[in-house]
């Protein structure tokens, strides 16, 4: 069984690109709507949270988790990496492992650039983090990284501003990353799980042709190729789904077809 945590229901963009790539795997998908948003928390807050995410989908029978937040995955991931998941293993002697949305994005832009500039638009929690930056140099020190912060994007997605408001939002951010620049970056990393669904904004107020990377497709990319190295991973292959919530209301369902186009049968964690 796979799980997969965001702060709340943007995480859903990435998870239905997980099960389109791996439509027979069992999947859990956790959100934890009643502590979101992630992104003005701080760090503490959010590793403290992650955590007791984690520890649900253990309890749901995951082996293998995958943290759809970027917030979570900037700020906590590498300690739970390090430090939580090794004492977690000493102590109920199971296999486990959380794999993150970082690296396989970064994979993905450094993938397609030789040098110059990527630029990163994330939460004020992600950009101050400096993880992509870091991330980033560690295997190319030649890229410069240039981040915003974009404090009001996603809670704006999520309360349904018209798009006319949130196309003036993703223009104020972009001027504001294109005034610290002296050429165009390279590549983008849309580093949140809210703004593949305000990509093709950031593509109109960006200049021509610079690609973005597709987080959704680059993690889905990668946990294929990483349970094919690890079968140990393999699990249950029906194709069972559950869908669960810390803060689930009805008046939750519009913005859940948002993000995954369709209904969702959310059920209370
Ligand atoms: N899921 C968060 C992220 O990708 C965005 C929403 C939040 O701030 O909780 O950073």
Redesign the pocket.
Known sequence: MIGVF???F??LTVHRALIGALPERDFVYLGDNRN??????PPIDVLNLTCAALERLFAEGCTLGVV???????VALRWIQQQWLPVRRRDDGVVRNVIG?VVPTIEAATGIKQSGTIAVF??R??VESDCYPIEIRKRRPDITVVQQACPEL??SI?RGLPRRDLHALVDRYVSELLRKLAAAPECVIL????YPLVADLFAAALPSGVPTIHQPDATARALKAYLDRHPEYDGSHAGRRKFLSTGFSPEALPLIEKFWGDEVPFVQA
């Not at 979101?36 to 928390?41: E, I, K, N, T």
């Not at 759809?68 to 900037?74: H, K, Q």
């Open positions: 965001d702060s709340g943007g995480g979101a948003p992630y992104g003005s928390r759809a937040c970027n917030t979570a995955s900037t949305i994330a939460t929690r992600t996603a809670g999520e580093g949140c799980t809210h």
